[in-house]
């Protein structure tokens, strides 16, 4: 494995993993990585079920916060801990993600899309009435107007989450079809001087390619962009670094030389061998 750094991480902080935190760690050390950012979810105005309250998606940061420190102390001379957080983004709440991103010292913020216009990908009522090419459209339609509204952080996450739940996620799913959105997204974050993550947690959902899939990594890297940071999305200890034998390869092959890790909100290169 030549990808020492897993920069998307959640434990028990996250409402939807129960890990603790130190397992999460002594596993990424048993694995050789040098270095594990934890990103703990964070989605105002997440719309709520029974099962899962809107509640669960608000971070109690000062908790997390002090375990974290806690841990690195204990860690530090065995793997480097970065203080990170998932903001979920939607243009309804970018006042409350301003303040909120305002209020922390982060190593690294990763800007998400789990909720478009109100409605969650995850469910099939998102796809419902329509196909799943439309259903893509609107969910890359809303990442657009989020970066236009908002742009307190680093990369943009799992930029083609969507297609993990559609009926038939990416089988029938190509950069091609969505080519003039998504060029439009790339060039908009390219423009703000922001990167995109490689994460490969779409692998073991069952699907052929990481988020996003390589022909949007190719166009970002072909547009100028090159801020590129890596992350297993991982929720327990046995998915941390999940594929990361196949990254430095993946990168190279889209014209990357590079890999990127943010600490205290700058990006640092790390050579991809």
């Known amino acids: 494995m030549t990808i020492l750094s897993d920069c998307h991480l959640h434990s028990h902080h996250s409402g939807d993993s129960t890990a603790s935190m130190e397992d999460m760690i002594n596993r990424g050390i048993s694995l050789g990585l040098k270095t594990m950012c934890f990103t703990e979810h964070n989605d105002f105005d997440f719309p709520g079920t029974k099962e899962e309250p809107s509640e ?12 974290l420190i806690r841990l690195k102390e204990k860690y530090a001379d065995r793997i480097e801990l970065l203080f990170g957080v998932e903001l979920g983004l939607q243009p ?24 478009c216009h109100g409605k969650d990908p995850y469910y099939p009522a998102f796809f419902e009435g329509r196909s799943e090419k439309e259903a893509y459209r609107e969910y890359f339609e809303s990442i657009l107007e989020n970066i236009k509204k908002f742009q307190n952080f680093d990369v943009y996450g799992h930029l083609d989450y969507v297609v993990r739940y559609g009926p038939h996620m990416d089988r029938d799913y190509s950069y091609q079809d969505h080519r003039e959105i998504l060029d439009s997204i790339l060039t908009e974050l390219i423009e703000k001087e922001k ?4 994460n490969t947690s779409g692998i073991a959902k069952g699907m052929r390619d990481f988020h996003p899939c390589m022909d949007i990594v190719k166009r970002y890297r072909e547009l100028g962009g090159e801020l590129i940071t890596v992350g297993s999305d991982a929720h327990k200890p046995e998915q941390i ?4 034998d196949r990254i430095s390869h993946f990168l190279q092959e889209c014209g990357f030389r ?3 890790i943010f600490e205290k909100r700058t990006p640092h290169f790390v050579k991809l061998l």
């Open 56 to 67: 669960i998606w608000i971070l109690n940061t000062d908790s997390y916060l002090y375990e």
């Open 92 to 115: 309804e709440c970018f006042r409350k993600n301003a303040v909120y991103a305002r209020s922390y010292d982060f190593d690294f913020i990763i800007g998400s899309s789990h909720i």
């Open 195 to 198: 990167g995109i993550e490689i």
């Open 241 to 244: 670094a999940a594929s990361f």
């Open 258 to 260: 590079y890999y990127c």
